[in-house]
């Protein structure tokens, strides 16, 4: 069965720290993988995706994740957070050829000024 | 503009009560979701609707129901509405095949008295 953890209920960084968010992941083969972002009130947004290829995929405001089969992890990055990133993170699976969505948990982010 | 609209976005409710909540989609997607979104619990999938009138439990069905007679449009009911199921509820679409890739309406905070 699929299976995704976002072992971090809660992260806390300051203003223009580096961050990563991690996330594990349990499937056979090769998932997609996603990151979305929910902002206060509001509904979930894609942040960015892989598919296959590059391990390293590019997302919005300057987020990033890295694919590794080897750890069966999808991290997301960003190399310098603003105040604004502050939200909720949520890794998501989907298998290949189905219907099948698995959504973490999600980490709560908050970015102290 | 693509978009996914909710309606209402706030209810308030007696137990026993009847519920509808409505959400719509600009972007003729076939593919659309209810989900429930409680604290600690991240999102859970209630039903998905492939196409009109294709409609498949998610993991908790269990007392609502839904509608799709048109493409743009689904509907998620409660018939008589418990005080368990207050929580903010989510709608989202999806192209085609691409289930994960999900575009999410701002939500629905019901509360059930």
């Known amino acids: 069965a699929q299976s995704v953890t976002q072992p971090d209920a809660r992260v806390t960084v300051s203003e223009g720290a580096s961050l990563q968010l991690r996330c594990k992941y349990s499937y056979s083969g090769t998932p997609y993988l996603f990151w979305y972002v929910q902002y206060p009130r509001q509904g979930l947004q894609l942040l960015l995706k892989?598919?296959?290829?590059?391990?390293v995929v590019q997302g919005v405001n300057g987020f990033e994740a890295e694919f590794s089969k080897s750890n069966s992890s999808f991290h997301l990055r960003k190399a310098s957070v603003h105040w604004s990133d502050s939200a909720v993170y949520f890794c998501?699976?989907?298998?290949?050829?189905?219907?099948?969505?698995?959504f973490g948990t999600g980490t709560r982010l908050q970015v102290l000024p | 503009d693509m978009k996914v609209t909710q309606m209402p976005r706030y209810l308030i409710k007696r137990m026993g009560e009847n519920v509808l909540l409505e959400c719509g989609q600009d972007?003729?997607?076939?593919?659309m979701y209810w989900y429930r979104q409680d604290p600690g619990l991240g999102l859970q999938l209630i039903y998905i609707?492939?196409?009109?009138?294709?409609?498949s439990e998610g993991d908790i069905p269990k007392g609502y129901r839904v509608s799709r007679k048109k493409r743009e449009h689904f509907s998620l009911i409660l018939d008589s509405a418990k005080t368990n199921q207050t929580s903010v509820y989510f709608c989202a679409s999806a192209p085609g095949q691409n289930y994960a890739e999900q575009f999410f309406g701002p939500g629905t905070r019901l509360t059930v008295l």
């Open positions: 609707s492939y196409d009109v009138d294709s409609n």
């Open positions: 972007m003729s997607h076939e593919t």
């Open positions: 892989y598919y296959s290829g590059d391990p």
């Open positions: 998501v699976l989907s298998a290949p050829n189905t219907n099948k969505v698995v």
